[in-house]
């Protein structure tokens, strides 16, 4: 049965871990959601999480579940802020989302370690300095 549920390419979706500072001039960390598609994504649903190993011990973050109702075309939402002491761990956002009556749905993972400085680049539509993931 499963193989007959097709499966849609998810492709010019993006999450990427934006660095900015605030208004006390601390430096801290959020996360985004990048709609590269020429057209809108309807109910779109993301759950993100973090698990992985800290001083020799398994640990795991809670699921945190998010919804947006639209993303225009070529627009993006923020998700969530993220913390600095979670960056060893494995990051993982799972996205699922509407265009027209078909839903797609991919999972984004950050590698511990990957979320600093070294990997910041120009993150696309918002032309800013991140960590993407496209």
């Known amino acids: 049965?499963?193989?007959?549920?097709?499966?849609?390419?998810?492709?010019?979706?993006?999450?990427?871990?934006?660095?900015?500072?605030?208004?006390?001039?601390?430096?801290?960390?959020?996360?985004?959601?990048?709609?590269?598609?020429?057209?809108?994504?309807?109910?779109?649903?993301?759950?993100?999480?973090?698990?992985?190993?800290?001083?020799?011990?398994?640990?795991?973050?809670?699921?945190?579940?998010?919804?947006?109702?639209?993303?225009?075309?070529?627009g993006y939402e923020k998700i969530e802020p993220i913390i600095e002491t979670v960056f060893g761990l494995n990051n993982e956002y799972w996205v699922s989302f509407y265009i027209g009556s078909q839903i797609f749905e991919r999972k984004f993972l950050f590698l511990p370690e990957t979320i600093s400085d070294e990997y910041l680049t120009t993150v696309p539509v918002m032309n800013q300095p991140g960590v993407v993931i496209k």
């Open 1 to 74: 049965m499963l193989k007959d549920i097709p499966e849609y390419l998810v492709e010019n979706i993006a999450i990427a871990i934006l660095p900015s500072e605030n208004e006390i001039g601390e430096r801290e960390w959020g996360v985004y959601i990048i709609n590269l598609k020429d057209v809108a994504i309807e109910n779109v649903l993301i759950t993100s999480k973090g698990y992985g190993r800290h001083e020799g011990e398994e640990v795991k973050t809670s699921t945190l579940r998010h919804f947006i109702e639209v993303i225009p075309p070529q």
